[in-house]
């Protein structure tokens, strides 16, 4: 697969990034294979790990390959191109049978046995120091290049307050994923940032009932419990960088509930598809939350 350099402006939802050196920098690479002290220490400091190499590149592209031939009649990708490389055709797609598509997916062996790959558990497991869980609830998404909506700036807690704060996110590129596709993106040392914002919420939401008390869509939470979509302000608001990545497959990052993470917009002009998948693992003894038990479904309100 070949890298598309990035040749223009950065831009999430409309908001264009700085490049000012003290706007915008790069991820630190983690090595897999260094003492889990180590990893500890540094997801510690950094809220998030970049695990380079961490799986197979074949594996992950097959499953890129298998992913997108199952939307093969869907209108996504250029007639007669190959599925790995996930070439969007450039507009027609039969968005009912994408969905259709996707909720099938989502509860495939292949799928679970990916997310349940022995790199993946084994590393948790050193990590955690303790048996792994893997949340039922797991996403799958693609994203189109010159698609202009982009997931907003946010921390996991909000989505997952049933349970514990210590649950990881494992954000899979599932593919090469240059920054010119529009990978996922940290605010550096944002979670301490996360975590008041979680106490401020929690002093917010006290008076609601429990159900809507953990809610990300009540009352004091912003648009789909995002924080916000204007990426630049936020970054100028705490005095941060949003850290950016050229991803390989094989690649796995994870961060932690408070980290605040966003995405931008897939402009590679080679036309390819972003893929991803992010999935969620914790200690099996800490608590879980349990609306996360079933499959994702576009209506499940999580
Ligand atoms: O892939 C994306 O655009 C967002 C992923 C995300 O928010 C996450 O991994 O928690």
Redesign the pocket.
């Known amino acids: 697969m070949t890298h598309a350099l990035l040749q223009g402006p950065l831009v999430s939802n409309g908001y264009t990034l700085s490049t000012a050196p003290d706007r915008l920098g790069r991820l630190e690479p983690s090595d897999p294979h260094a003492p889990v002290s180590a990893l500890r220490e540094q997801y510690r400091a950094q809220g998030y790990l970049w695990l380079r190499g961490i799986l197979n590149r074949d594996d992950v592209l097959a499953f890129r390959g298998r992913y997108f031939a199952a939307l093969a009649e869907t209108g996504l990708l250029a007639p007669g191109s190959d599925p790995v490389e996930g070439i969007y055709s450039g507009g027609g797609e039969r968005q009912d049978l994408i969905r259709r598509a996707q909720h099938e997916i989502v509860r495939w062996a292949a799928y679970e046995a990916f997310c349940l790959a022995p790199a993946i558990w084994q590393f948790y497991e050193a990590f955690f120091g303790s048996p792994v869980y893997l949340h039922k609830r797991k996403l799958i998404?693609h994203v189109r290049p010159g698609d202009t909506n982009?997931?907003g700036a946010?921390y996991?807690l909000v989505y997952l307050r049933g349970g514990t704060d210590t649950v990881c996110?494992s954000?899979i590129p599932l593919g090469d994923t240059p920054v010119a596709m529009g990978g996922?993106i940290y605010l550096e040392n944002s979670h301490r940032y996360g975590r008041q914002m979680e106490a401020d919420f929690a002093a917010r939401n006290a008076d609601l009932p429990p159900e809507e008390r953990m809610s990300a869509f009540n009352k004091n939470m912003g648009e789909v419990g995002w924080l916000t979509k204007d990426l630049p302000a936020l970054a100028d608001k705490i005095d941060s960088r949003w850290l950016i990545a050229d991803y390989e497959a094989g690649d796995m990052v994870v961060h932690g509930a408070y980290t605040i993470?966003a995405?931008t917009d897939n402009v590679t002009p080679d036309g390819r598809l972003r893929l991803?998948t992010?999935i969620r693992y914790q200690d099996v003894r800490a608590e879980i939350d349990a609306r996360w038990s079933n499959h994702w479904s576009l209506d499940d309100m999580l």
């Open positions: 998404r982009s997931t946010h996991d996110t954000w996922l993470h995405a991803s992010d």
